[in-house]
């Protein structure tokens, strides 16, 4: 079954403490993407990666760092600058076909508090 | 700045009627238009999308509307079921070093009643 995982569905933090949600997909897709989504908002962008070892700021990165060392995993750390992190938080990916425009597919979402 | 408008933040549609759900850009740089549709706690799943070189997609009982010169597109839902009931997100990229790069609107949750 072709997918995209997000783990754990639930995560409580302590403030003042980094924490890492996983991402991972088998679908081939070369763009992975995090977002954030916030009550009554919409899906705001944090960060997105188009490739491997490559990853671009979106318009909410502050507080945030992210990784692609493999196709598959693109996972997202909240650190501590993070000064709001209590939010559901949604994974992406998106096959880049050379110019062609595709849908994005997305996770389940994991939601963060912070206690 | 929002670049991606949902002006209405609900929409209450009799079953069977149509449900007419509306969005503003204002990047004229956008090319491409997805709409998607949620469920709380869950993430997004992909409903139909149009490209800036059309003005119309269909598939099924769903209708995407693009108006190019008033950077305002649609979503026709014919007929309505209360299974529909769900928040409805639009979306727009474009090429260029930003390829790939989706922005949301703010969502319009959607209620059909039986």
Known sequence: DGGITQSPKYLFRKEGQNVTLSCEQNLNHDAMYWYRQDPGQGLRLIYYSQIV????????????????????SFPLTVTSAQKNPTAFYLCASRKETGGMNTEAFFGQGTRLTVV | DQQVKQNSPSLSVQEGRISILNCDYTNSMFDYFLWYKKYPAEGPTFLISISSIKDKNEDGRFTVFLNK???????????????????????????????????????TILTVHP
Request: glycine content about 14%; some cysteine; hydrophobic content about 30%.
């Open chain 1, 53 to 72: 070892n490559d990853f671009q700021k979106g318009d909410i990165a502050e507080g945030y760092s992210v990784s692609r060392e493999k196709k598959e």
């Open chain 2, 69 to 107: 010169s008033a950077k305002h597109l649609s979503l026709h839902i014919v007929p309505s079921q209360p299974g529909d009931s769900a928040v409805y997100f639009c979306a727009a990229s474009f090429g260029g070093t930003s390829y790939g790069k989706l922005t949301f609107g703010q969502g």
